[in-house]
């Protein structure tokens, strides 16, 4: 079964410092992976994705993840935080097209000024 | 082109009534999920509509359902509502149904119990 663990439910850091929210799946099979941003009371928005080929995945608002199968890892960072990512992070994971989409719990990103 | 749209925003009912929430995907999406999202579980995947037919179905009981309609708008339904029902539902469309296909979400409809 498919599962994705975020460490942190919260991380904060200052403005211009670099951004690390952690995601590790388990999975039996390759799998696709996604980071999603959810601001208050919106839904929520896809910040990039993994599918097959290159292990750096650059996404919007600078962000980027990189596909680690060894240590079945999929890392969101950028570099130089600003106000305006304070929101909540997830990472999920799907395998095959017959499965749903399995969210991690989330991380909230507070930034310092 | 425009987002997904979830109608209504904000719904208020009390335990024992049903609910009906609308999606309508992005133009072209023939694929529409529905998800829970509350404090505690996280979001929760419900169930998957392609091509008016579900293809998925995720641990809820009963009570939920669902439907897509030929134009690929999809209606959610609670039945008998309860405490516990109070959440943010969120609808999200994709072009179709690979495994890598990004889904697209609304802003959802927040559904309070009293």
């Known amino acids: 079964a498919q599962s994705v663990t975020q460490l942190g439910s919260h991380v904060s850091v200052s403005e211009g410092a670099l951004v690390l929210l952690r995601c590790n799946y388990s999975s039996s099979v390759p799998p696709y992976l996604f980071w999603y941003v959810q601001y208050p009371n919106q839904g929520l928005q896809l910040l990039l994705k993994y599918t097959t080929g290159a292990t750096l995945v650059k996404g919007i608002n600078g962000f980027e993840a990189e596909f680690k199968k060894s240590e079945t890892s999929f890392h969101l960072t950028k570099p130089s935080a600003h106000m305006s990512d304070a929101a909540e992070y997830f990472c999920a994971v799907r395998t095959d097209p017959r499965g749903n989409l399995i969210f991690g719990k989330g991380t909230k990103l507070s930034v310092k000024p | 082109k425009a987002g997904v749209t979830q109608t209504p925003r904000y719904l208020i009912k009390t335990r024992g009534q049903q609910v009906t929430l609308s999606c309508s995907p992005i133009?072209?999406?023939?694929?529409v999920s529905w998800y829970q999202q509350t404090p505690g579980q996280g979001l929760q995947f419900l169930f998957e509509?392609?091509?008016?037919?579900?293809?998925n179905k995720g641990n809820f009981p009963g009570r939920f359902s669902g439907r897509q309609f030929s134009n690929s708008r999809s209606e959610m339904n609670v039945s008998t509502l309860e405490l516990g029902d109070s959440a943010l539902y969120l609808c999200?469309?994709?072009?179709?149904?690979?495994?890598?296909?990004?889904?697209?979400f609304g802003d959802g409809t927040r559904l309070s119990i009293l």
């Open positions: 509509y392609f091509s008016e037919t579900q293809r």
């Open positions: 999200a469309s994709s072009l179709g149904v690979g495994a890598g296909q990004p889904q697209h």
């Open positions: 133009s072209g999406h023939r694929s």
